[in-house]
């Protein structure tokens, strides 16, 4: 079967794409950044398209010929400059639908979510439900997947829910009693492929979950035993509290840790098992076999212990360079700074010019290092320029090299905070 899926870059598109690809079928995989989607098969075919810009039907139907099934994957969690939920979850998919109608498509695929329903009150949910019901009114056979947490190997949630358990502290809302019913991906491409069969009825909305449902304050602890962690100490918070922390995401430039996804752990995420059971003919696959027992990797319990020291050291390297332009601005006395300005060989009018010039700099640096300005060549400039200021420094004035406070050696470990700091953001890109 030809079959075009959107997000395919994505850790719910890229499980689908394999397993679609490993039961036989072509697969057009459509998304912005085609290279990330590390997958060499003769069956895949790759289209570069910014699923946010292409809001009309005009724009899928050249990409729509001789394809018979559409499966979005397509989602985000918080809203950017650049992504919003109108576009990616509302217009751009009932473009995609109705165009895949126009076009004679016979099977559309919708991974939208579970709470995307008559009760939704966030955006996210809402935003989901308006394409869910588009799709619901078309002539074509159509599923509606709405799964709760998914994790796996590579997950987004996973990898911040493993930073959150790996936490001493677990501060959880009116006491982490939510219930969740985490589905693994596996299981979620399975039910994308099982939709596809011939064999199997549409116009169907089915909630993919796991067996059963665990509290939250159980998953976090179940994450942490998964690290070799002993049992943290649990702190219930009310949720209003639970609002303001999360507030804090934006800051970190963490867009799950948002007021709204507090709003929807707190609605709860589970539902009855039994449908998604009978659809796939098997016991969804359980988190205690494929999670909580399975010992993290050394790359995971890595990421979970530095996932909040990343944005952390960012702020901290900000506050070096703003500091030291502020101090020498205003604090540092200006006959001291040209002291040390002559003993470089720069005097006259050279020191005022240099003195201001660099302090104007540093700001400079500071605030382009809170904004992640470019963040990884940012910080290779950094590097550079504290090398520079070490090397002259240490030659006209070896002294700071032999100071038994080390000011001059202290640099080593800031070039580290650099290089550390420059892979880090490469990897959060």
């Not at 069956?43 to 699923?51: A, H, N, P, Q, V």
């Not at 009116?174 to 994308?192: E, F, R, S, Y």
């Not at 002559?342 to 020191?351: E, H, P, R």
């Not at 504290?386 to 090397?391: K, N, P, R, T």
């Amino acid at each position: 079967m030809n079959i075009l899926l959107t997000g395919a870059s994505g850790f719910i598109g890229d499980a689908v794409a394999r397993e679609l690809l490993r039961q036989r079928h072509h697969v057009t995989a459509c998304c912005r950044h085609p290279e990330r989607l590390l997958i060499n098969n003769p069956k895949l075919t790759l289209l570069t398209l910014d699923f946010a810009k292409a809001c009309t039907i005009e724009a899928w139907l050249p990409h729509l010929q001789g394809i018979a099934a559409i499966v979005n994957c397509v989602g985000i969690i918080a809203e950017s400059t650049h992504q919003r939920f109108a576009q990616l979850h509302s217009q751009a998919p009932i473009s995609l639908f109705q165009a895949g109608t126009q076009a004679g498509v016979k099977t559309i695929v919708q991974l939208s979510a579970l709470g995307a329903d008559a009760d939704a009150e966030s955006a996210y949910h809402l935003s989901k439900k308006v394409a869910d019901d588009a799709l619901r009114e078309l002539p074509v056979d159509w599923f509606v997947l709405q799964p709760s947490l998914v994790y796996g190997p590579g997950g987004q949630s996973s990898a911040l829910f493993h930073a959150l358990a790996a936490l001493p502290v677990h501060l959880l809302a009116d006491g982490g009693w939510q219930l969740l019913q985490p589905i693994h991906i596996d299981d979620v491409a399975a039910t994308v492929c099982r939709c596809l069969e011939p064999a199997v009825a549409g116009r169907r909305t089915l909630a993919l979950v796991g067996p059963g449902p665990i509290t939250y304050a159980q998953w976090l602890q179940g994450l942490r035993h998964r690290l070799g962690k002993p049992q943290a100490a649990a702190w219930s918070v009310s949720y209003r509290y639970a609002l303001a922390m999360a507030a804090m995401g934006k800051w970190l430039g963490e867009p799950m840790l948002r007021k709204d996804n507090v709003a929807m752990l707190s609605r709860g995420n589970s539902a009855d098992s039994g449908p998604i059971t009978a659809f796939l003919g098997r016991t969804p696959l359980s988190v205690n076999e494929q999670w909580f027992e399975q010992p993290a990797s050394q790359a995971e319990r890595w990421q979970a212990g530095l996932y909040f020291l990343r944005p952390v050291l960012r702020y901290v390297i900000a506050i070096v360079w703003l500091w030291s332009g502020i101090t020498s601005l205003f604090f540092y006395p200006h006959a001291l700074s040209y002291q040390l300005l002559a003993a470089l060989g720069i005097t006259g009018s050279g020191a005022p010019i240099t003195l201001y010039g660099l302090a104007a700099m540093d700001i400079a640096l500071g605030l382009a290092t809170l904004s992640r300005f470019r963040i990884r060549s940012l910080m290779l400039w950094q590097l550079w320029i504290v090398l520079a200021y070490s090397g002259v420094v240490a030659w006209r004035l070896p002294e700071f090299v032999f100071h038994p406070f080390g000011p001059l050696l202290k640099n080593l470990p800031f070039l580290m905070c650099l290089l550390m700091i420059r892979e880090l953001e490469g990897e959060q890109s």
